[in-house]
């Protein structure tokens, strides 16, 4: 899986083929460094610490990782890449809007009690910088949770949701976020099936009580424009696939406050510009053209300027 001295490059995410290709020593190193950092913190735990927890030399710890902080982006990768696994194979689009994200939040919690350490070192390390690699990939995952979060909303209420969609998904991701909080910091015994359809429950309480007392968004669409593109600004997001950037793209299409027949147009673009990425030789010229298509639209310019420097349409 890590072919060279720096195992994963800035931006890069470990595929599920490289993942599994992974040999048990550098997983293993993985997994103690991973509790020493829940335990001490990352600036309190040195290499060495991290060979003895391990059971190896600090020399061969060296010859996986080239630094700690190189340690500390592997294993923000490597979890994020089993979760996404574990999403994949709960075929989500097999469900109603409602039972797809009942299952979202299902395998999300199931994940995090297995990897609870993982967890407390991400509530531990928080309030702390890392360095910018690092901060810019757990910024990109923290941005494409919400931007799931926003569309699996989205398909579960439909248009009317629009004007209020950014308060809803900072509601619902506040409300799962406590209850995860009291499994992992405080061993609270909860049904993990019973979990995701309470938070359910409350959050459509909450939302057709907007709607009954046609309730102004707290959160406007300006604030919310920062939240769910600000991932779309760092450099990492420059380092994205073309699908990748497309499918974010999509995503903050659904959450824009535009009439429904060009939200319809602007995400049919998209899908087929998403088709002719996947071909063997996707034509340039295409994306010159239909990336006119996005003109106007602030809130997609980042994602039109990521495009550009991906498939260098600019030279």
């Not at 088709?275 to 602030?298: A, C, D, S, Y």
Request: hydrophobic share 40%; aromatic share 10%; charged share 25%.
């Amino acid at each position: 899986m890590f072919m060279t001295n720096r195992s994963v490059k800035p931006g890069q995410f470990i595929s599920d083929e490289q993942r599994w290709k992974m040999n048990e020593k550098k997983k293993q190193i993985l997994e103690a460094a991973m509790q020493l950092f829940a335990r001490k913190g990352f600036h309190s735990t040195s290499i060495q610490e991290i060979a003895n927890e391990s059971g190896i030399s600090k020399g061969a710890v060296y010859l996986h990782f080239q630094s700690k902080d190189d340690v500390l982006y592997s294993i923000f990768s490597y979890y994020y890449e089993i979760l996404k696994k574990k999403l994949s194979d709960a075929k989500l689009d097999s469900f109603t809007p409602e039972e797809r994200l009942e299952k979202l939040l299902y395998v999300q919690a199931q994940e995090i009690v297995q990897h609870k350490e993982f967890i407390i070192m991400q509530f531990r390390e928080q309030a702390i910088s890392m360095n910018k690699e690092i901060d810019e990939l757990i910024l990109k995952i923290r941005m494409e949770s919400i931007q799931t979060l926003a569309s699996s909303i989205q398909d579960l209420y439909g248009e009317r949701v629009t004007p209020i969609l950014p308060d809803c998904v900072l509601l619902l991701d506040g409300m799962f976020s406590s209850y995860i909080k009291l499994i992992v910091l405080q061993n609270a015994d909860f049904d993990l099936e019973e979990l995701p359809r309470f938070i359910l429950k409350r959050l459509n309480d909450m939302v057709n009580g907007m709607f009954e007392s046609n309730a102004e968004p707290f959160l406007t669409m300006k604030q919310a424009s920062v939240i769910f593109e600000k991932s779309s600004q760092t450099e990492g997001c420059q380092k994205q696939s073309p699908s990748s950037i497309l499918t974010n793209m999509a995503s903050t299409i659904k959450t824009m406050r535009v009439k429904e027949n060009k939200r319809k147009e602007l995400l049919e673009t998209v899908h087929f510009l998403m088709k002719e990425v996947n071909e063997p030789n996707p034509r340039r010229f295409i994306f010159k053209g239909m990336l006119h298509q996005f003109e106007g639209f602030t809130e997609l310019n980042s994602y039109k300027t990521a495009l550009v420097n991906s498939l260098n349409l600019d030279q």
